[in-house]
């Protein structure tokens, strides 16, 4: 059974950082490609950033380019989102999600594992 725990979410004031977690358990994740999604309220979910597990490589969002940072502790099992200077608009649930096949894949229609979320808040 996959498990995806994110944690980190909290609030923080625009210009901040946070950086959020996901420990993945369950499985082998060295075939899988990792992401970080988001979705605010009444909005559908948004991809901001992936990792392909084996590789290390990453590809991310216009919106989120240059700010946020996806890498992974391939001894802890776990992916992070290092975000730095946070928007407003940045504002959501972030969920970690994984997807079977390694590859840069944005859709979240492609994800087989999701996890609870997490909120972050940006605050003006």
């Known amino acids: 059974q996959v498990q995806l725990v994110e944690s980190g979410g909290e609030l923080v004031q625009a210009g901040g950082s946070l950086r959020l977690s996901c420990a993945a358990s369950?499985?082998?994740?060295?075939?899988?490609?990792m992401g970080w999604f988001r979705q605010a309220p009444g909005k559908e979910r948004e991809f901001c950033a992936t990792?392909?597990?084996?590789?290390?490589?990453?590809y991310y969002a216009d919106s989120v380019k240059g700010r946020f940072t996806i890498s992974r502790d391939n001894a802890k099992n776990t992916v992070y989102l290092q975000m730095n200077f946070l928007k407003r608009e940045d504002t959501a649930v972030y969920y970690c999600?994984?997807?079977?096949?390694?590859?840069?894949?944005?859709?979240?229609?492609?994800?087989?594992?999701w996890g609870q979320g997490t909120q972050v808040t940006v605050s003006s």
């Open positions: 999600a994984a997807r079977r096949y390694s590859g840069t894949y944005v859709s979240p229609r492609g994800y087989d594992y």
């Open positions: 990792i392909t597990w084996s590789t290390g490589s990453t």
């Open positions: 369950g499985r082998t994740f060295s075939s899988y490609t």
